[in-house]
Every structure is written in C-alpha cells, then in structure tokens.
C-alpha cells in the first residue's frame, strides 16, 4: 500500500531518484526539466519547500512500501480559492490507477486543508493517458490549454468544481 504525504526535506533524495529513473518515460509526454534542473535539484526541492511553507504550494509525494517515490501530485495555490494540479506517476505503476486515485486524494486535500473550491489542470493533446486520469477524477474538458502550460504543445485544460468532494479511498499501489 502506497501513502500520500506532505512533501519534506528528507523526500529530497527519493524524489530525485524518482525523477532520475523516469526521465525518459516523462519527456514522452511532457518537456523534459533538462540537466540543470537535476544539476541543482537540491535547491529546486529547498524552493519546493519554501513555497510550501508561504502558502503558494501544497507538494505531495506518493511513497510506496519501500520508501520510494512511485508519484508527485502539486498544488499551486493562489489564495483565493483555486489551484493548479501537476502530477506524475512512475513507469512502473502507470495504467495501475495510481495516478486517477492520487488525483482524486490530492483534490479532497485541496478542498478540506487548503479551502480551493476550483483546480485546473492541463495536458498536452498527445498525452492520452493523462486525459483519462482528468476525466475519471471529476474534472471537465475547459477549452484548449496555453501552450506555455503543457511544455509549448499543444493542448486541453482541464477544471474540476470542488464543491462536491466527498472522501475516496487511498491510492493503491
């Protein structure tokens, strides 16, 4: 059994070894972060932090029995009640139903601790996959996505009214 929790310092390696072996499977769908990012991770993950700890972000990790990262569901804040959902899942677990239950967790979080009555999200026309996530978790096709949000693809967004959350069962591995 897996367990969403609240992103920390101590993650820092398990994310970027989660991130590190599903570089490949990630830039199928979406753009690649580049060297720089896994150059200087440590420093993205302390800002990761520091977002959380102002109240602009909510980041998740999905750790699996193990202790590994197998997922990471975040939540930009922007304090007026809505937020915008990223997420990934690893190879290893994806068409397992991880990612639609991790989404549907992090949605009943967003509307109990962080009062966001509002997520958006977006994916890139190819990533299929993804789409399916969305839609399964209660969100709804809003027109096309900004190029900008979905790494200069084309692409739908996607918002889901948080007004009906009820509890779902945890994710499952």
Do not use: W
């Amino acid at each position: 059994m897996s367990l969403l929790e609240l992103l920390r310092a101590d993650h820092e390696q398990s994310v970027l070894a989660f991130e590190t072996a599903n570089r490949g499977y990630f830039a199928a769908f979406i753009a690649d972060r580049g060297d720089d990012y896994f150059a200087h991770f440590a420093e993205q993950h302390s800002a990761r932090l520091a977002e959380q700890a102002s109240g602009e972000g909510a980041y998740y990790v999905l750790v699996a029995d193990d202790g590994s990262v197998i997922g990471r569901f975040n939540l930009t804040l922007d304090g007026a009640g809505s937020a915008v959902l990223g997420y990934r899942v690893a190879e290893a677990v994806a068409g397992r139903g991880v990612a639609t239950a991790g989404v549907r967790e992090v949605c009943l979080i967003a509307a109990q601790e962080y009062g966001v009555r509002t997520i958006r999200a977006a994916t890139s026309l190819g990533n299929v996959a993804s789409q399916r996530v969305l839609l399964k978790a209660g969100f709804a096709p809003a027109g096309p996505a900004d190029p900008r949000d979905v790494g200069g693809k084309a692409g739908i967004a996607f918002r889901r009214d948080l007004g009906q959350v009820r509890a779902t069962p945890r994710c499952p591995t």
